[in-house]
Every structure is written in structure tokens, then in C-alpha cells.
């Protein structure tokens, strides 16, 4: 698994845990270190190591913690990089809904070697959707469930988020967008920051 999503559960464990409890993490994995490289590929069975420790150690179901982690990487001030990609995908929620088909070939243009599965939205009626997440990633889907969560508070829409099951291995994800501008959403502008 690329050394990037092992640096955002690590992130998100320390950040929201504490660094006590993601070095009990590592030392139930026993994986003989502590830190993960961004930049590095790891062996899927040490994230699955990790992921399985830190259901035991943090003593949370792992597909709430996934789902927070995905939450976590939108609303995290340290993961800025991270909400620009997802919000450069549309001017409101349902455009933002739309581009997720190309976000694993934009994720690979920012960083090559990094490969997301598939995910393909279709559209059941007015303000339904079902975002299909390809296998291949464990806990994708419920990462991507934070993700859409919190990126509707980014853009200060109401929708509603549930699992609806699964189709020929890929996971589902049904999509009811109750209201635009349901509140109000944080800033953001396409240009570059400057002090």
C-alpha cells in the first residue's frame, strides 16, 4: 500500500488519539517501526496489520474509524492539499459528485504511483445518487463515506449518506442531496494563497 495512506492513518490516529496510542498501535502490529514514509510503497498485509491493531488498541468498530479518518483528511487544517484536489471538482456538491469518477486519475497526476480504485456515480432520479467504490483498497468506501460527509458541510449542502450494500464486489454508496446551501459552507478560492 502507497506510503501516503499509511501517513494519513497515522495522522489521523495520532491527531485524534494521541502518539501513546499510535506507538500501541505499531507495537501490536509489530512491524519494528514506528513512522511511515509518504513517499515509500509498504506491504498490503503491514496496513492490514495496522488496521486490524488499531481496532484492538483503540477499541472502535474499523469502519467508524475509517469513516472518521475520511472526515479527518477533508476538515484537517494539515490536509489542506487533500480538500483542494476534491473541491477543485466542482463549484457545488452535485458537480463535486460528478468529478468523482476522475478523482483516482487526478490523485495519479498529483502523485503518480498512487492508485485509488474506480468509483463511478450514477445518477437514480433528482438529488440520488449511488457512488459505486471499486474493490481494491480496504475500508475505501467507508473512507470515501467520511469524505462525501464532510465535504457537503465544506460546501454547506444537507444530504444523506447511507451503505447500501454491495454489486459484483464493489461496495455502495447511496447519495440523497436534501439542499443546496443548507448552511454555510467554509471559503475557498481556486487562486494560490499569498502572505
Given amino acids: 500500500m502507497h506510503g501516503l495512506i499509511n501517513k494519513a492513518i497515522q ?7 494521541g502518539a501513546d496510542r499510535w506507538r500501541s498501535v505499531m507495537d501490536l502490529a509489530g512491524l519494528g517501526f514506528v513512522e511511515f514514509e ?5 506491504p498490503d498485509d503491514q496496513s492490514h496489520k495496522v488496521l486490524s ?10 469502519v467508524e474509524m475509517l469513516e ?3 472526515t479527518f483528511l477533508v476538515s484537517n487544517p494539515q490536509a489542506e492539499a487533500l480538500r483542494r484536489l476534491l473541491r477543485f471538482g466542482g463549484v457545488d456538491y452535485v458537480e463535486f459528485l460528478y468529478s468523482l469518477d476522475d478523482l483516482p486519475d487526478r490523485a495519479r497526476l498529483a502523485v503518480s ?8 456515480l450514477i445518477e437514480q432520479g433528482p438529488g440520488q ?5 471499486a474493490p481494491g483498497l480496504p475500508g475505501f468506501s467507508n473512507v470515501m463515506m467520511g469524505i462525501l460527509r464532510a465535504m457537503a458541510d465544506d460546501y454547506g ?5 447511507d451503505h447500501a450494500g454491495q454489486r459484483d464486489g464493489a ?7 436534501v439542499e443546496s446551501q443548507f448552511a454555510e459552507g467554509r471559503s475557498f478560492s481556486l487562486g494560490a494563497h499569498s502572505l
Fill in 11 to 17: 495522522a489521523f490516529v495520532t491527531d485524534t488519539y
Fill in 38 to 42: 509518504a513517499m515509500l510503497i509498504y
Fill in 53 to 62: 491493531a488499531m481496532e484492538t488498541v483503540l477499541e472502535r468498530p474499523l
Fill in 68 to 70: 472518521d479518518m475520511g
Fill in 113 to 120: 504511483d498512487l492508485h485509488l480504485p474506480a468509483l463511478e
Fill in 129 to 133: 445518487f449511488e457512488l459505486i467504490c
Fill in 157 to 161: 449542502d444537507l444530504v444523506i449518506l
Fill in 171 to 177: 461496495d455502495i454508496i447511496a447519495v440523497t442531496h
